[in-house]
């Protein structure tokens, strides 16, 4: 069930969010940083836009990635946020079928950011990992 919770001064607050498509909420469009966009030019349903966004890594300078497009290859593909400790730098990585995780071998950050299904040559949406900005946590001083 799917009620709202009243707080202390009554006020009520959704219990979930839930995600466009599952009936209505949030769009993890362009107004989202890190959102996406499928086929973004028409021509290509294989191809995701994934919106710009920043890295926040404690008080050093703030990262930022721009849109970027990527083609997917295959279906269950990872599409990530990626960065080399101490570059300035991010990326947005992939796509790959391996779900990414940092390495302290290579001092690189990287977090999911969605996971697609790609069938019969059109992407779409499996799993969402995080949206937003990222933080990147202080273990990767």
Excluded at 71 to 80: E, V
Aim: glycine content about 12%.
């Amino acid at each position: 069930m799917d009620r709202a919770i009243r707080d202390a001064r009554g006020l009520e607050h959704p219990r979930r969010l839930s995600l466009a498509g599952a009936g209505g909420g949030l769009t993890l469009d362009s107004t989202v940083c890190f959102g996406y966009k499928l086929n973004p030019d028409g021509d290509d349903p294989a191809e995701v836009l994934i919106y710009s966004g920043e890295g926040h890594h404690g008080v050093r300078a703030i990262i930022d990635v721009s849109d970027t497009k990527k083609t997917l290859t295959a279906d269950h593909q990872y599409l990530w946020f990626e960065n080399v400790l101490g570059s300035g730098t991010a990326i947005i990585a992939g796509p790959s079928p391996s779900r990414p995780v940092s390495t302290a071998a290579d001092s690189t950050f990287r977090e999911w950011l969605y996971l697609f299904r790609l069938i019969s040559g059109v992407a779409s949406i499996e799993r969402v990992g995080h949206f937003g900005n990222i933080i990147i946590p202080g273990a990767f001083a």
